[in-house]
């Protein structure tokens, strides 16, 4: 079986970018279409970014909207921060497919369609009320019917495959299809495809001859004009993955793992949309990783916190939900005082909401969701390769100052994926766990002993003391401790100096973060200041702005609790501040209280991420209130 395919000359045009969704029944294979179309950019060197969208139900009713699964990728030769406002190609495998997306599709874009699945039945589950096809609802765009499911059946009868089988490799031919389109490398794929179904011989075969049928397709059938290319970015030179924020994630708990000597320990409960952290974590034994699979969530942020007594570099994963039933043991962790990083992969709420949605709802459960006094710091991800630097950081906040630390990202950062360029080991920062070794204090007696409570003066931070340390032996509990010794102590005067200590430790982390990074080149009049997943699209509005003549300065948070030290008089630079949000403006709260700034609050709570047009018009409108 040939493993490359011919390729005669053909006229080519060039783009710098293209905006291609692939859509259709969730088990038509649509997320392995588009990741595979991805890794084949990201190799040839395109930058690019992703948007995965699938329903909540593993097998949603096929051909119904409630059903449709799509994968959206953008690729460019030049930098970009976002999957796209808009397709500019539409990949549809049936008419539910089509219905769900066509809305999303930029004016004059193109539609490619798998005409065998527009059959009456098809139309009438999708919803149409007659064939879209001729009644002129697609006139705005270019059409193109391609047989896929036949051709495919075609083209894989020499491996004798029932056709219901047959028909599941339609997906390769429109992967097929689509990399002669755009010019894609076909050897990777075709490599692809050997090793992950190398166990079965037959769907090697078949997925390999519909991919080859798609690309012959596309060169032979004079159906396009010309085939595109989209060159290769300029990316600083080095080694460079694709990568998804999840595995990004899981790669920093390990580097931090490593770069602090503590063993990494995993206790988790599977939940959308963080699952595949404790996939891929499971994945590195030879690492030293140990994941645990819990019961439940509340077992699983139990077994961590055990493990932080124990000296592990302890990590429990979440969604929303998850984080509700983990409450009361990060109340103990704080109580404790004891570094326990807690991973909220943010979704669609309250209660199971939008499991497979994004949504940043969680900052104020994440600052304010326990009872008592019971302040952690908060980090939160840009990007889904600056989850791997988020990890450190909060590892190096958890372990330095002896807390338990929320790490928020969001199902849009866990599942979209863009190109990461691999770090040095050398220059990724040391933790310093600096365990306690010895007695830290002389009695009134003459003799030494432990006091598990006796204070870092720079951090504030408690010893961290590993069980089975001769001389070293304390108690621990929920139940208040005194101030040094850490005894059990009711005294009024002891539990409010306890949580002023508490509460003192987290806010004098401000003075050990970075200091607000603005971008204003031009003495701009609004700031638009972001948090986690709205990096990206932030970034594209200001620089669509900024070509437009306007002066619009932008920043982003990282840290979220404390802020950082210098916030505030960044903030009283501007007449005005927009805070776009997904969620109902949780940020713009925080702020508003804390500095008394009359921040515009721009918001959605649609379980998608923020598109470009949104964030610039609504710059825009205050722009125009300034020169008022």
Request: aromatic fraction near 8%.
């Amino acid at each position: 079986m040939s493993s490359t395919l011919e390729r005669p000359p053909r006229r080519t045009a060039r783009l710098d970018q293209v905006v291609v969704r692939f859509a259709g029944d969730s088990g038509d294979g649509m997320q392995v279409t588009g990741d595979r179309f991805t890794t084949g950019s990201a190799l040839f060197g395109n930058d690019l970014a992703t948007l995965p969208n699938f329903p909540a139900e593993i097998r949603a009713p096929a051909g119904t909207l409630a059903g449709v699964s799509a994968f959206q990728v953008h690729i460019a030769d030049h930098d970009i921060t976002t999957p796209g406002d808009s397709p500019t190609v539409l990949v549809a495998m049936n008419p539910a497919a089509l219905r769900a997306n066509v809305g999303d599709l930029a004016s004059g874009g193109t539609v490619i369609l798998n005409s065998d699945a527009f059959d009456e039945r098809a139309l009438d589950k999708a919803g149409y009320a007659s064939d879209p096809r001729s009644d002129g609802s697609l006139s705005a765009f270019a059409v193109y019917e391609v047989k896929m499911t036949s051709l495919t059946l075609e083209a894989v009868k020499p491996v004798g495959a029932r056709p219901r089988d047959a028909e599941r490799s339609k997906n390769f031919f429109a992967l097929g299809l689509i990399s002669w389109l755009f010019s894609r490398p076909i050897e990777p794929t075709l490599a692809w495809i050997a090793e992950r179904y190398a166990a079965r011989p037959a769907v090697v075969e078949a997925n390999t001859l519909a991919f080859k049928a798609g690309w012959n397709f596309g060169e032979t059938a004079e159906l396009f004009e010309s085939a595109y290319e989209v060159p290769a970015s300029k990316l600083d030179p080095g080694t460079y993955t694709n990568v998804t924020g999840n595995t990004a994630l899981a790669w920093g708990l390990i580097a931090a793992s490593v770069r602090s000597g503590l063993p990494l320990f995993l206790g988790s409960y599977p939940i959308t949309p963080a699952s595949d952290l404790l996939h891929e974590l499971a994945k590195h034994k030879h690492f030293g990783v140990r994941t645990f699979q819990a019961e439940d969530e509340i077992a699983g942020a139990g077994a961590a916190l055990g493990a932080a007594f124990g000296g592990s570099l302890a990590v429990t994963t979440t969604s929303g939900p998850g984080v509700d039933l983990k409450s009361e043991t990060i109340g103990l962790a704080v109580s404790l005082e004891l570094p326990l990083i807690v991973v909220d992969v943010q979704r669609g709420g309250p209660s199971t909401g939008l499991p497979t949605k994004t949504e940043q709802a969680d900052l104020l459960h994440a600052m304010y969701g326990r009872h008592g006094e019971a302040p952690v710091p908060i980090v939160a991800a840009r990007t889904p390769a600056d989850c791997f630097a988020a990890a450190i950081e909060a590892a190096r906040l958890a372990v330095t100052y002896r807390t338990p630390v929320f790490l928020l990202t969001d199902g849009y950062l866990a599942n979209g994926s863009e190109p990461w360029r691999l770090p040095e080991v050398a220059s990724l920062p040391v933790i310093e766990p600096g365990l306690a070794v010895a007695p830290n204090h002389v009695g009134a007696d003459g003799e030494e002993q432990f006091w598990p409570y006796l204070r870092d003066e720079a951090t504030l931070a408690r010893p961290w003391a590993l069980p089975g340390t001769p001389g070293l032996e304390h108690r621990i509990g929920g139940l208040e401790k005194s101030d040094g010794p850490g005894n059990v102590s009711y005294d009024p005067a002891n539990h409010e100096r306890m949580v002023r200590l508490r509460a003192a430790k987290i806010a004098g982390i401000a003075g050990a973060i970075p200091q607000v990074e603005v971008d204003d080149p031009d003495g701009a009049g609004l700031l638009v200041l972001g948090w986690g997943s709205t990096y990206g699209t932030i970034v594209a509005a200001v620089r669509s702005l900024r070509a437009q003549g306007q002066r619009v300065a932008r920043a982003h948070l990282s840290h979220l609790n404390p802020f950082p030290a210098d916030l505030g008089e960044v903030l009283g630079r501007y007449a005005k501040v927009l805070i776009p949000e997904v969620n109902l403006g949780q940020l713009s709260r925080l702020v508003r209280a804390e500095y008394l700034i009359d921040a515009a609050s721009l918001t959605k709570v649609q379980g998608t991420p923020f598109k470009v047009s949104e964030i610039e018009d609504a710059a825009s409108a205050l722009l125009k209130e300034i020169e008022q």
